[in-house]
């Protein structure tokens, strides 16, 4: 669905112009049907009820005739003439400067295992899915609980962050807790040096409301917010959950250790992302979220930076259609007609 509403927010015509050839095509069908009406010549001659009764009707009303399957060939071929286009062709001499920074939250709630083996190692699992997906683009990694880390600054290598990743865990950083602002000056140390739009995406499964201002006011330029999603959404009572703006403190996983299972706050991520104008994607158990998130870190490039790349026109298929409709005068008799 997110993928799809990608495509219609992208969508237009690259020569617009050409819907209005429907204008002239209509009026000629139009005027064959005026032409080919008899009775309209002896309608000033003689009154209906006379006309009426000298008339035979045939069989000019049939669907399956030239007149109706004509009209069929106006929409695809306006629409091809058009060139309707929703994403761009990757450039074979361009390499793609655009960085993403991968925000991986290693707080005591990511342990927790409504899915299995755990939220924090499934994270890191679709973290390398991505890479593999992105290849050898730019990536940074960041680490945080109560306190963010770089882990590893932007590079290409993503072996290197592999095996930094694996060993990620809350009992490296020295604050507990679940710090969510605290990226962002981390993240803007790394964005410093960078002239194109960049993405910042986070894996987490919470956050707090105080850090919605902070995250508003970070991303009012071109950079990209996407929020990764993981844990079930339980909809525990309060009993059974920490307060949301709780979760950056440094006793919050002591407290945390002595409840249930606490559920993903979907609410505050969402309040987050939209906020920030980002984007929210729910983890899921096949690759269908992956996707989504590369395919989000492509569009933020395709919407900002790279208007140069040429659009991938989506018309072609509507050719077959076209030709599929032309061999029905083919049939005995359809020319004739006309």
């Known amino acids: 669905m997110d993928e799809l509403l990608s495509h219609i927010q992208h969508f237009h015509f690259l020569r617009p112009y050409w819907l209005l050839v429907a204008i002239p095509l209509v009026l000629v069908i139009k005027l064959l049907d005026v032409r080919d009406n008899m009775l309209s010549q002896?309608?000033?001659?003689?009154?209906?009820?006379?006309?009426?009764?000298?008339?035979?009707?045939?069989?000019?009303?049939q669907w399956f005739s030239p007149r109706k399957f004509l009209w069929l060939f106006i929409p695809p071929l306006c629409l091809l003439l058009a060139g309707p286009v929703w994403h761009q062709k990757a450039s074979p001499f361009s390499e793609d400067q655009s960085p993403l920074i991968i925000a991986l939250d290693v707080s005591k709630s990511m342990e927790q295992t409504d899915i299995q083996p755990s939220r924090l190692l499934r994270a890191k699992q679709k973290i390398i899915e991505l890479m593999a997906l992105r290849g050898d683009a730019k990536t940074a990694l960041i680490?945080?609980?109560?306190?963010?880390?770089?882990?590893?600054?932007?590079?290409?290598?993503t072996e290197m962050i592999r095996h930094f990743l694996d060993v990620l865990n809350r009992k490296l950083l020295p604050t507990a807790g679940k710090n969510i602002k605290a990226v962002l000056p981390e993240a803007e140390v790394l964005?410093?040096?960078?002239?194109v739009p960049a993405t910042l995406l986070i894996l987490t499964d919470g956050a707090s409301t105080d850090a919605m201002p902070y995250f508003a006011d970070f991303f009012n330029q071109s950079h990209q917010l996407i929020v990764w999603a993981f844990g079930r959404d339980l909809n525990n009572d309060a009993s059974d959950s920490l307060d949301n703006d709780?979760?950056?403190?440094?006793?919050?996983?002591?407290?945390?250790?002595?409840?249930?299972?606490?559920?993903?706050?979907?609410?505050?991520?969402q309040n987050l992302t939209d906020t920030s104008s980002g984007r929210l994607i729910k983890m899921t158990h096949d690759k269908d979220d992956v996707e989504l998130v590369n395919s989000a870190i492509k569009n933020n490039l395709v919407v900002v930076d790279d208007n140069?790349?040429?659009?991938?026109?989506?018309?072609y298929?509507?050719?077959?259609?076209?030709?599929?409709?032309?061999?029905?005068?083919?049939?005995?008799?359809?020319?004739?007609?006309?």
């Open 42 to 61: 002896w309608q000033g001659l003689m009154s209906a009820e006379i006309l009426q009764q000298l008339t035979i009707k045939g069989n000019q009303d």
């Open 143 to 157: 680490a945080y609980s109560g306190s963010a880390h770089i882990v590893m600054p932007i590079t290409n290598d």
């Open 191 to 195: 964005l410093q040096p960078i002239k």
């Open 246 to 269: 709780s979760l950056d403190s440094p006793s919050a996983d002591t407290r945390m250790s002595k409840t249930a299972i606490i559920p993903v706050q979907l609410a505050q991520l």
């Open 308 to 315: 140069g790349r040429p659009w991938h026109e989506e018309s």
């Open 317 to 338: 298929p509507l050719i077959f259609v076209i030709a599929f409709i032309y061999l029905f005068w083919f049939r005995r008799g359809w020319s004739l007609q006309w």
